[in-house]
Each structure stands twice: as C-alpha cells, then as structure tokens.
C-alpha cells in the first residue's frame, strides 16, 4: 500500500519526467539534423550551400532554448535572427537576438517584438533566403504587431474580457488573428519570397498549426464572421472596444481582405513539424509511474471544456479506481493533459490547474484509500501566479479546517485558489521551464 507521503512523492517524480519528456533543446536536435551542407528538418531536406542567408525568426516561451539548439546545429551558417520570449525566460545566445516582453497579456515589448520580426522580414530576408521559424506557447502576447486602427490597448481588453468569459484557445486566437499584420499567416506573407519552414512546440489541443501561436505562417481556416459569432456566444460585442468590434463587422461585411488563405495569392506553402506535445509529457509519465510500481493509463491528452466538470470528472475515475478498481487497480497511475477553461466571477488569484485541484479537495476527503491529485502548467506559470500548479490529498480538507470552517468554500467562490494552497504549502512552483504542452493531471490511488 502506498501512503499519502509515497504518493507525494511519486507525484513530484511524475511531473518531473512529463517536463523531461518536452525539454524544447532536446526536441530540436531529435527533429533536426546537419549532414554536412545537409539539413534535414523532419522529412524535408535544405541545401545550406545554395541558401544566401540563414535566419532564424519566432516566438514562446520555448524560444530561446529552440533557437540554442539550432545555433549549435548551424553553427556559421547561421546569420542571425530575432526572437521574442517571456520575461525571465531568455538565454543567452550567439547570433540570434532576444527580447522579453509580457505574457499572458501582451506589453509595449511585445509590440516591439512584433515590429522588429515585422521589420527584420521585410528588410533582410529575400529571394534565396531560409528561414526557420520557431513557435511555442505564449507566441500570441509575445509577438503583436496590432492592425490599422487597433491599438495595444484595444487588444489588452478584448484579450482579458475573453479569457475572463471562458473563451477557448481557439476562440481567443480567431479573434487574435483577425486583429493582427503578422498572425494567420501574416508572417508567411512577408516571407513569402523566401524559403520558410517552421518548427513548433504545440500548446493547443488537437495540435492545430493554424491555432498554435495563432498561425504566423499557416494559411487561417477562421473568418471575420466566426469572430462575430464568438463575441455573440460570449455576449462581448458591448463589452470589447469599439474599434475591435468595428473591424470584425467590417470584414464580415467584406470591406476588409481576409486573414491568409489556401489559394490566396501570396500563399506558400511552409512546412511545420511539431517537436513536442502535450501527449509526449503524458506518455513520459505514465511510464515514469509504471516504473514506481503504479499501474497506469493515459485518459487523455485533449481535455477541453469548463474546469469544474472536468475536475468533477476525474474524481469519479478516481472514485471508482478506489471502490471497483478499474479502469485499473490500486496502486493506481490516471494521466490527462490538456487546456480547461475557468469562468472568473471572484476577485482572487489563481489559474486553471490550482482552481482544478481545488475542486478536487471536498471528494479527496470522502475517499477511504490513500489519493491524491496533482495538475500543472508545464510552462511553470499557472495563470497570473507564481505557481505552476497545486496538489491535495485526503488530508487537504481537514488541514484547510485552521482557516475556518468556510475557507475551502469561500476560496472557490472567490477564485482564490492560490490563497488556499499557499496557506496550506501546497503550490506547485517549478520556476520558468522554457516548455509549454499545456497541462498535466495526475491522479494517484495507493
């Protein structure tokens, strides 16, 4: 039988091999290649002896260490390039230049970033060239060059009312790209006189490519009237600033060009390749619970929808691996990994993992085996906070009684999850990872 001690331990093990498993400097070498004037990314081969130049361009959270791999690999075939990273997540690097700037809300670096990729394509990149672009997570607020007539300001309250409403990642990066020169393939356009490929840390369920970083160079599925019809689900079309809401009326009546397009004239296609995802972390650390003597499954690595349902959920898994063992016995390993949404209606402090586990704690408390639950960001910054995630156990509920009777109550109400488990110890806090594949859950049974 493991104990409630074994099993946070475990957990700490668990979360450490799911971060491994996406390191992104390790993910590039695997994916990219150098066979003397040969690179080969993914299945695609580029002769560096007839390239002119040799850039390198892009933004995340996992830029930085993607760019440290692919200098050591170029070496003095690289020419340089620009990346745009978050803050405290830079490294420092020999030809390619970096710059922080905000995220999960974009700053006036991150316009900056945007003008200087803007500017840097424009300028030094021609005919002849390759260009490799690098995307991860966070990309979106990390790189914005705003459209005529929509100012920082104007993106910082349509981003923030949407991700308050519930808006998917989906949802908030259609209407990212119908704001922005550079997003929804607007980078591929500036490039496209040259020889483009792309390489991608994926933070979106589904890896979409056309989602991912809101597409620079992938040609957009998404219309100006989809954006309408998410501000009307969402009931934001009094509650975005109007020059927001002006333009996507504009382009759904058709008196402004649309987003990059398959068959549109400027089109190319650039090939992308994903070098790392949210079912690699998953499938790392089921494997890393086998070899603590857990049985273990993957549940999932798509787990979308409202927060609190998907918390729910687990914990009836959890409630029958402790009453009917199954879908396997004790000592049980679930994984789930994906993106939740979480409706802000409290003023507290929190993100999406921390307000998961919290969920958890009343129906950890009702379970008459050893439990616990874990979820995390794998960037290491869960929401506004600085956590990447929480973990509870049976104990939790009763160790939470000390802050009164209401505490666990009042702290869900308010959204303060990151009150509760500071108080109680039990943040998780990993620090900037340099990787983002979205969330992990981890549910352990002794």
Known sequence: ??????????????????????????????????????????????????????????AGKAAAPMGKALEKILGKRLCGGFLSTKYGHALALEKIEILEAGHPLPDENSLASGERIRSFAEKWIGPGDLVLCLFSGGASSLMVSPAEGITLQDKLRCSEFLMDAGASIHELNSVRK??????????????????????????????DIATIASGPTAPDPTTFSDCMDIFRKLGAADR??????????????????????????????????????????????????????????????????????????HMSVLEEIVLRGRPVGRPACVISGGETTVKVAGRGRGGRNQEFVLHCVAHLAKLEAPALVASLGTDGTDGPTDAAGAVADNATLARSLKFGTTFLRESLENNDSHTFFRRL?????????RTNVMDIHILLAG
């Open 240 to 313: 975005i600033p109007p020059s927001v809401v002006t333009r996507i009326r504009q382009g759904s009546d058709g008196r402004l060009g649309e987003t990059l397009k398959r068959g549109d004239p400027d089109f190319r296609e650039v090939p992308s390749f994903i070098i790392g995802d949210n079912a690699m972390a998953c499938n790392a650390a089921a494997k890393a619970a086998k070899r603590a003597g857990y049985r273990s499954t993957v549940l999932t690595s798509r787990l979308e929808g409202d927060n609190a349902s998907a918390a729910g959920f």
């Open 1 to 58: 039988m493991k104990s409630l001690c074994d099993l946070r331990s475990d957990a700490s093990a668990l979360w450490t091999a799911a971060l491994q498993a996406v390191d992104p400097e390790a993910a590039v070498r695997k994916h990219v290649k150098r066979r003397k004037n040969i690179l080969e990314v993914g299945a695609r081969r580029f002769d560096l002896d007839t390239a002119r130049n040799v850039w390198i361009l892009g």
């Open 425 to 433: 110890g039990d943040l998780i806090v990993t620090g900037p990872t």
């Open 178 to 207: 119908h704001l922005s020169g550079l997003k929804g393939g607007g980078l591929a356009r500036l490039l496209r006189h040259a020889t483009v490929a792309s390489l991608v840390l994926s933070d979106v369920v589904g890896d």
